[in-house]
């Protein structure tokens, strides 16, 4: 699992006086809960929406294809020559984690996936408990059936 934590002297972010917890927090790097407790991570379902200048249509499969590979967890990636969607299941210890993991994953993939130069237009982070909800209720999106790399 990967895990963002604040190490500023090892103290909680809640614990300091400098200011620092509340920037902290809206980043989502503060340390572990409180009392001691060890906060055990979630699983949280991904929608990433990328947009940008227009790619032939292999070179984004491709991509996405390699993306897939390099990131095991990834469902399904819709595309089209100006943007993307990918869809996948994050472990994170909270919300603040998951989307900063999820708005990480394009820039730290592009390069070694070849991923266009696009920007991050949306994102949406639920937990698993909401997920289910939405589906059996008849919200949200489908599962994703069938997993990979799909035209939109």
Do not use: K
Not at 29 to 49: D, F, K, V
Not at 99 to 106: D, E, K, T
């Amino acid at each position: 699992m990967r895990r963002l934590a604040s190490v500023e002297g090892g103290r909680p972010a809640r614990e300091r006086e400098d200011g620092t917890a509340h920037a902290e927090r809206a980043r989502g790097t503060t340390e572990a809960p409180r009392n001691g407790e060890e906060q055990h991570a979630r699983l949280w379902h991904i929608t990433l929406s990328v947009a940008g200048r227009a790619q032939p249509l292999p070179d984004v499969r491709r991509a996405l294809e390699r993306l897939a590979d390099d990131h095991p967890f990834l469902l399904t990636s819709r595309y089209a020559e100006d943007h993307a969607e990918i869809r996948y299941w994050e472990e994170a210890r909270d919300l603040h984690d998951a989307a900063a993991l999820a708005l990480r994953l394009w820039g730290e993939h592009r390069r070694t996936a070849q991923l266009p130069a696009w920007e991050i237009v949306g994102l949406e982070v639920i937990g698993r408990e909401t997920y289910q909800q939405r589906i059996s209720e008849g919200y949200g999106p489908p599962p994703a059936h069938p997993v990979g790399v799909h035209p939109f």
